[in-house]
């Protein structure tokens, strides 16, 4: 068997558990997410990490993570392509919207998305659908 | 005296496969392993003012490439933790070449480093500093009970990130004590005073090279350094022995060996009394 071809980077990012913005460096051996470093010079940080910073990249290799969109379909979740999702998911919000107002659906941000996305997802309940029924996963 | 850039280039045409050493990517500091002479990369590495445990970088990198051979830039305190952990079998030092740098006096002052420079100095100007004890001599001021106190008091900001044992070159353990439900109820914060800072206090014992990294990591600014160095001085006191400083001689805290060689040991020392 041939050598290994010698592959190890780190790549810095932004930790996606919380809203504070720690700095990790995420170590790649070869094609594998191997580990995470704090960033010892990141503004916020400062080289510290708590312990769901130090394990950001356990999640990215888990066999549990979905990897594909999935729509329940007669009380069964079965994959699908995005378009196809999220025309469910537009129906769905319609169907909701119709038939009980607005205020009958509520919208769940993530601290795991980027500020532009929340930002996105609440717009998107006040002003398209008409509902201030906004909450996050933040509360940490 | 030739700069980071040219002894790269050097090791990396003269017989390492790589070299893992620091590089400034857009104004962060990061450690980069290096494995081409004609790299672009090349242009990026850069000495820096952030530490890494390169040490324990280079565990994984030895262990996935068995075949491989690199060279490592080291400051004083990764030097030493490569020689411990050859001596407890975790890197080989045959396949390693490391390339010496020292810490400028600001930096060693600000870490309260006792040997801020390696053995072979490639980079840098080689500066004496006086080791920290400001932390031991306040803790040694006060009576024993206070001195508990003191402790747990420092203890209790603790949020149990594990950053301390995550950051040390000189922990590699695949089971770690510190996530043993028996010894470190889970999902206790702060963690049990004082069985879980004494476990790890005591791994470190006739290990810990004194690089300071713990404390730099810990988000609680808990003075870690300071025990473990106290720990340190106990060992050299009592059993001279200090961890990183001689390439043959190992810890008498070693215990590594099968059963046989403890039991033949402890015949030894019957036999001897």
């Keep these: 068997m041939a050598d290994k071809e010698l592959s190890y980077r780190l790549v810095p990012s932004t930790c996606v558990y919380c809203g504070t913005g720690c700095g990790v460096l995420l170590e790649v051996m070869g094609d594998r997410l191997t580990g995470t470093l704090p960033q010892k010079d990141h503004p916020v940080s400062k080289g510290t990490l708590c312990i769901k910073g130090w394990s950001v990249h356990e999640f990215v290799h888990s066999d549990r993570r979905l990897t594909a969109p999935m729509v329940r379909t007669g009380g069964v979740l079965v994959e699908t392509d995005w378009e196809t999702a999220l025309a469910a998911v537009a129906d769905g919000l319609a169907k909701a919207k119709g038939a009980h107002g607005p205020d009958s659906v509520g919208f769940f941000a993530s601290a795991r998305c980027t500020n532009e996305d929340n930002y996105l997802l609440q717009k998107f309940a006040r002003a398209v659908v008409g509902t201030n029924n906004v909450d996050h996963c933040a509360r940490l | ?273």
């Design chain 2, 1 to 273: 005296m030739s700069d980071l850039k040219t002894i790269v280039r050097e090791k990396l045409t003269g017989g390492a496969d790589a070299f893992l050493c620091l590089k400034n990517e857009e104004g962060t500091t990061l450690p980069a392993l290096i494995t081409d002479a004609d790299s672009p990369e090349l242009e990026l590495v850069e000495v820096g003012d952030s530490r890494y445990p390169l040490g324990k970088i280079l565990i994984n990198l030895l262990r996935e490439y068995p075949d491989k051979r690199f060279a490592v830039l080291v400051r004083g305190c990764d030097e030493r933790a490569l020689i411990e952990l050859s001596k407890l079998e975790q890197v080989d030092l045959d396949r390693l070449v490391m390339v010496g740098m020292a810490c400028s006096a600001e930096e060693a002052a600000a870490c309260g480093c006792p040997r801020p420079y390696p053995g072979d100095v490639a980079l840098g100007e080689k500066v004496e500093a006086a080791p920290g004890r400001e932390v031991i001599e306040e803790v040694e001021s006060l009576a024993g009970a206070d001195r508990m106190e003191w402790w747990k008091k420092q203890f209790s900001r603790c949020i149990k990130c594990y950053g301390c044992r995550n950051i040390c070159p000189m922990c590699f353990c695949k089971d770690c004590a510190l996530e043993d439900p028996h010894l470190v109820e889970p999902g206790v914060i702060p963690p049990e005073f004082p069985s879980f800072h004494i476990i790890r206090a005591l791994d470190m014992t006739g290990r810990c090279i004194d690089c300071g990294l713990c404390e730099e990591a810990c988000p609680a600014d808990i003075p870690l350094r300071s025990l473990y160095r106290k720990m340190q001085d106990i060992m050299e006191d009592k059993l001279e022995y200090r961890a990183g400083e001689s390439v043959e001689e190992k810890s008498p805290l070693s215990f590594l060996g099968t059963e046989h060689d403890i039991e033949k040991l402890e015949q030894e020392e019957r036999h001897g009394r």
